[in-house]
C-alpha cells in the first residue's frame, strides 16, 4: 500500500519576518523630521550669515539722536564680516548713547544691519549744574540739541542731587512723579514754567501766566493736577491770573487761594 503525505506537511517551509513599521502614523516621527528640518535650515542660515559682511546700516526711530551718531557707535564697517561682530555688544553701543533708551536690531544674511531705537523724552529743562541740560523723567540728563528744543518747564533741584549724567534724590523723587503725572496732560503741562520742591510744601509751581505760585504736595498728583485743570478752565476765566498770587491744591475737596 502506497503512503498518504499531508501535502501541507512536505515542500519548502516558509519563515515569518517581522518587518519595522515604517508608518508615519506614529508623532515622534513626525517630531523627527520636523527638527532635522530646522537643524539643517539653522546651519544653512548659519554657514549664510558667516560667509556675508556688512553691506548697510538702516537706522529708524531717531529723532534727537542723529542717525549718523548711531552707525558710527556701531564700529561695523561695510566690509565687516558679520561672523565678526557680537550682536550684544552692537546693542549695548547704540543704547550708550544718551537719548536712546532701547536698540532692537536685526541684520539678514544679505548683510542689511536694521536699528531700531526707543528714544528718552525730555520731561524739563534742568536748571544749575555745569551746563543746561534736559532731565528725563527717571533722572537721565540729556543734552540740549540745538534745533530740536522740548517745550518744557524748568526744573530746580537741589546741586546736591545732580551728578554729571543724572539726577537723583528726595527732592528729584517727589518731582518726577509730578512729571510723570503732568506729562499726560499737555494742557495742564503748558500752564507751567518752572518746577522746583519745598520740604514743608512739596512741590511748588510757578504758572506761565502771571508767576503765580503753585502747590501740589508730596503725592497724589493725579488728582491735584486734575483740581489744577478745573481750577484753571472754570475759575481763572472769571477771576483772571492777574488777580491771583498763590493756589494751594494739596486740600481734598477745595482750593485754598491767595488773592493780591
Not at 549718523?68 to 543704547?95: C, F, H, K, N, Q
Not at 526707543?118 to 540740549?144: I, N
Not at 506729562?183 to 509751581?205: C, F, K, L, P
Request: net charge negative; glycine share 8%; proline share 5%.
Amino acid at each position: 500500500m502506497g503512503r498518504r503525505v499531508n501535502p501541507k506537511s512536505g515542500g519548502t517551509k516558509r519563515r515569518s519576518v517581522d518587518l519595522p513599521d515604517f508608518s508615519f502614523n506614529k508623532p515622534w516621527i513626525y517630531v523627527v523630521c520636523i527638527a532635522g528640518f530646522l537643524s539643517g535650515s539653522l546651519w544653512l542660515g548659519y554657514q549664510a550669515l558667516g560667509s556675508a559682511e556688512v553691506t548697510d546700516i538702516q537706522v529708524s526711530g531717531n529723532y534727537y539722536t542723529k542717525a549718523e551718531d548711531i552707525t558710527e557707535s556701531l564700529r561695523a564697517e561695510p566690509g565687516t564680516p558679520l561672523d565678526s561682530l557680537s550682536y550684544l555688544d552692537l546693542i549695548d553701543r547704540v543704547e550708550s548713547l544718551p537719548y536712546v533708551r532701547r536698540a532692537d536690531l536685526e541684520v539678514s544674511a544679505a548683510g542689511r544691519i536694521r536699528i531700531n531705537v526707543s528714544e528718552r523724552q525730555p520731561g524739563a529743562l534742568l536748571a544749575g549744574g555745569d551746563m543746561d541740560s534736559y532731565v528725563d523723567y527717571d533722572g537721565v540728563r540729556l543734552p540740549v540739541i540745538q534745533g530740536k528744543s522740548a517745550d518744557v518747564p524748568l526744573l530746580f533741584v537741589p546741586p546736591s542731587e545732580i551728578s554729571a549724567d543724572s539726577v537723583s534724590g528726595e527732592a528729584f523723587n517727589a518731582l518726577s512723579g509730578f512729571l510723570k503725572a503732568a506729562s499726560s496732560d499737555r494742557m495742564v503741562y503748558n500752564t507751567i514754567s518752572e518746577i522746583g520742591y519745598d520740604r514743608q510744601e512739596g512741590v511748588v509751581a510757578l504758572s506761565d501766566d502771571n508767576a503765580v505760585r503753585l502747590v501740589f504736595g508730596h503725592d497724589d498728583f493725579e488728582r491735584r493736577i486734575r483740581n489744577w485743570r478745573g481750577f484753571y478752565t472754570e475759575i481763572i476765566p472769571e477771576k483772571g491770573m492777574r488777580n491771583m498770587r498763590r493756589v494751594d491744591l494739596r486740600f481734598e475737596n477745595q482750593v485754598v487761594t491767595r488773592e493780591r
